[in-house]
């Protein structure tokens, strides 16, 4: 008995040890050499004052100047990366259906002043639904594209030199066969304000 008590006393503290202290310690330090941007969570700092992180979708819509934006895709949670959670809207549910109509309704308003041509049904589907998460940084290229409109009007810049920052922001698909091509709200917004500062 007493045997027995010691050899598992003595696995407790090598496990402890081995899984709970250098296991750790050793995933850290390889994390700070070899990808030291992402292991401290992908921090964006402009002018030395952190606006927030490329993988955290945030908030561009309040305020006097949110026209002269990017809008990330609609959130459940308002942004909030230490809850995050989708709306659990059903395809059957009557809530869901209304919910819908007005995101789109809201969003054609928006942008329709900037792209006269623009319809319901050249809305992608993610300008309208939140993201598994709710703080999905990624936006799609057609959003974007369509977003591009408003940019270039209110920050006075040409159209293709706002499609050309998006094409610059735009990650590849994972491996580059997984997923879809999208583009980093806040990445984009962050080269909008180098390219084109607002007074």
Do not use: C
């Not at 230490?82 to 928006?110: E, I, M």
């Not at 940084?137 to 706002?162: D, F, G, K, Y």
């Amino acid at each position: 008995m007493r045997r027995e008590l010691t050899t598992s006393l003595l696995a407790v503290v090598i496990f402890t040890i081995l899984l709970g202290l250098i296991y750790p310690v050793g995933i850290w330090a390889v994390g700070q050499v070899a990808f030291p941007g992402q292991a401290d969570g992908s921090l964006t700092h402009v002018n030395g004052r952190l606006v927030g992180s490329s993988l955290i979708g945030q908030d561009f819509s309040g305020g006097a100047r949110a026209a002269a934006y990017f809008q990330s895709r609609p959130s459940a949670d308002r942004y909030n990366p230490a809850g995050t959670f989708f709306s659990n809207r059903g395809p059957n549910q009557a809530s869901a259906v209304a919910f819908y109509k007005q995101q789109l309704a809201a969003y054609v308003r928006r942008e329709g002043r900037y792209d006269s041509g623009l319809t319901a049904a050249q809305v992608p589907v993610d300008a309208v639904t939140t993201s598994g998460s709710g703080v999905d940084p990624h936006i799609s290229q057609a959003n974007a594209l369509i977003q591009a409109h408003r940019i270039a009007a209110v920050r006075r810049l040409p159209l293709a030199r706002v499609e050309k920052l998006i094409a610059q922001h735009t990650d590849g698909r994972f491996a580059g066969f997984l997923g879809e091509p999208g583009v980093n709200v806040l990445g984009l917004n962050v080269a909008l304000d180098k390219e084109a500062p607002l007074t």
